[in-house]
């Protein structure tokens, strides 16, 4: 069966880091493009980054040059290093993996996700 789960959130300052990791299993994850995405109370939910199976990446605006996302197939697992955080970065994060095997272009709309972990918090403060 696919699985996919989330670990590395918590309490961090502004302007601290954290590192965020997600291992799959139960499909080729090297064919998959894989994203993480973002929501905060009351917010849509938003892709932060996302990467497809030949390390095409897309990050929205808010974050470039602060996160970086990386993959390791060998080990299933995602990535999404974030830098200087702030507090509007605070939401619960979401690792997800594409419904559709070598998608041609990178795709950041959520429903082209179809396998969703269940999320790690991450908060910062002040």
């Known amino acids: 069966q696919v699985q996919v789960v989330e670990s590395g959130g918590g309490l961090v300052q502004a302007g601290g880091s954290l590192r965020l990791s997600c291992t799959a299993s139960?499909?080729?994850?090297?064919?998959?493009?894989m994203g993480w995405f973002r929501q905060a109370p009351g917010k849509e939910r938003e892709a932060v980054s996302c990467m497809n199976y030949n390390g095409r990446t897309y990050y929205t605006d808010s974050v470039k040059g602060r996160f970086t996302i990386s993959r390791d197939n060998a080990k299933n697992t995602l990535y999404l290093q974030m830098n200087k955080l702030k507090p509007e970065d605070t939401a619960m994060y979401y690792c997800?993996?594409?419904?559709?095997?070598?998608?041609?272009?990178?795709?950041?709309?959520?429903?082209?996700?179809?396998?969703w972990g269940q999320g790690t918090q991450v908060t910062v403060s002040s």
């Open positions: 997800a993996a594409d419904g559709r095997a070598r998608r041609w272009l990178l795709s950041v709309d959520s429903e082209s996700y179809d396998h």
């Open positions: 139960g499909f080729a994850f090297g064919d998959y493009a």
